[in-house]
């Protein structure tokens, strides 16, 4: 799933690219893609891109007032190419969830395709008049590497979740932007085990985590910013120290990284750097282990 670095990457790439150019088309190719009805999506066609802007893991770019919104879930992602094809496409069919088409002011065409991977089909698309009226924006916590998103609020937002720690990073109502892979990576460099229970978490450990969660983010959106989104993929792969890496030497200790799965999801940690040496249970009713 992209998350706060990806996305801030195809915003910056996609802002770059897009402002000042005319939407020209724009097909839907998945019925289940499109979350609005009104405005109707075909009120984007013929108006000039003015800004890219990211909310979370949202983004949304502005055509002359209306917004099209749009969320990559967990296996969605951006095709660019400045020479699109003219072959149509037919519903339901691939990969494409949609297709947008855009002209420059002296006659270049670029094509923007959202794709989703899988049968499970989770990407957004809305068109609005405000990004806050898409109700995953309306909802989001305060983005984590925002200037005024200080230790102090932080300490108070942990304070108040009983829940683990690592459920609490990727809740998008409590921070906007972090998910599984970058949740793994920020407990680990603040050696910190992702059942710990947020509230019970010492002064040094929030300190600590705070830290962890700007520069680990910001070495990410340092290492994805200018890259073409075919290459951000790779990027974000090669960056981790224990996500995605189950049964691989820790990067800074050497132990085996491990994982917890769950239904739909699992998680990766060093029991030497984050755990003490014990071994989390690999169950859904899995206990902290102090």
């Avoid at 999506?41 to 990211?54: K, P, Q």
């Avoid at 959202?114 to 989001?140: F, M, N, Q, W």
């Avoid at 932007?177 to 949740?183: H, K, L, M, P």
Wanted: proline share 6%; aromatic share 6%; charged share 20%.
């Amino acid at each position: 799933m992209p998350e706060l670095p990806e996305v801030a990457a195809l915003t910056s790439f996609l802002s770059g690219r897009l402002r000042g150019v005319v939407l020209e088309k724009f097909q839907v190719l998945s019925v289940a893609v499109l979350k609005t009805a009104d405005p109707p999506y075909t009120a984007l066609l013929g108006r000039t891109v003015t800004g890219v802007e990211r909310f979370g893991k949202f983004i949304s770019m502005d055509a002359d007032g209306l917004h099209l919104v749009f969320h990559l879930a967990r296996a969605g992602w951006v095709r660019y190419t400045e020479s699109p094809s003219a072959a149509p496409l037919r519903l339901g069919k691939g990969p494409i969830a949609a297709r947008m088409g855009f002209a420059g002011s002296e006659g270049q065409h670029i094509g923007v395709d959202l794709t989703e991977a899988g049968t499970k089909k989770s990407l957004a698309v809305y068109v609005v008049r405000d990004p806050r009226d898409v109700p995953g924006i309306a909802a989001l916590g305060p983005d984590p590497l925002d200037a005024g998103f200080g230790p102090g609020e932080f300490a108070q937002i942990l304070a108040s979740h009983s829940q683990q720690i690592k459920g609490v990073l990727r809740s998008q109502g409590v921070m906007a932007g972090i998910g599984n892979a970058y949740s793994d990576e920020i407990l680990h460099a603040a050696r910190i085990s992702p059942f710990a229970i947020a509230s019970s978490l010492d002064q040094e450990s929030v300190r600590v985590l705070y830290d962890a969660i700007h520069s680990v983010l910001g070495a990410a959106v340092k290492e994805a910013m200018g890259k073409a989104p075919g290459d951000l993929k790779d990027a974000k792969r090669s960056a981790m120290s224990v996500h995605g890496r189950t049964g691989l030497p820790c990067p800074v200790c050497g132990d085996t990284v491990r994982e917890v799965s769950f239904a739909d999801s699992a998680l990766q940690y060093c029991p030497t750097c984050q755990t003490k040496g014990k071994i989390l249970a690999d169950r859904r009713t899995s206990r902290f282990l102090k």
